[in-house]
């Protein structure tokens, strides 16, 4: 079985323009657009589901900022002073710009040592 014949071809055509026909006559006369059938019953609950999860992910979300506006509070910031360990600056050979010992985006070193 193709679809490259003519025949098969012309098939597929007539049942996709009945298919658009139907779902067009049936939109008209209810006014509705048909999904899934057209059966409304759910709707409702779904509706209700989606609101529910709106309001809890809302929630997580100003719980979250809460958490993280208290380890802020604390002052528990990363010190790289305090915290020079000599795998955090292991390297093989020097970067490819001007100032080979520094990241790409550290002002600071850049500043610093070149």
Do not use: L, Y
């Given at each position: 079985y193709?679809?490259?014949s003519p025949l098969n071809m012309q098939?597929?055509?007539s049942a996709a323009s009945r298919v658009a026909r139907?779902?067009?006559t049936q939109s008209k006369a209810s006014g509705k657009r048909?999904?899934?059938?057209?059966?409304?019953?759910?709707?409702?609950?779904?509706?209700?589901?989606?609101?529910?999860?709106f309001v809890f992910v809302g929630g997580m979300c100003v719980y979250e900022y809460k958490?993280?506006?208290?380890?802020?509070?604390?002052g528990h910031g990363y010190d790289r002073?305090?915290?020079?360990?000599p795998y955090m600056n292991f390297r093989l050979k020097q970067y490819p710009w001007s100032?080979?010992?520094c990241n790409l985006f550290d002002a600071k070193c850049m500043k610093e040592k070149c």
């Open positions: 193709t679809t490259s098939r597929a055509v139907t779902v067009a048909a999904f899934s059938a057209g059966h409304d019953t759910d709707s409702g609950m779904w509706q209700n589901i989606s609101i529910g999860g958490v993280h506006m208290d380890h802020v509070a604390h002073e305090a915290n020079n360990f100032c080979g010992d």
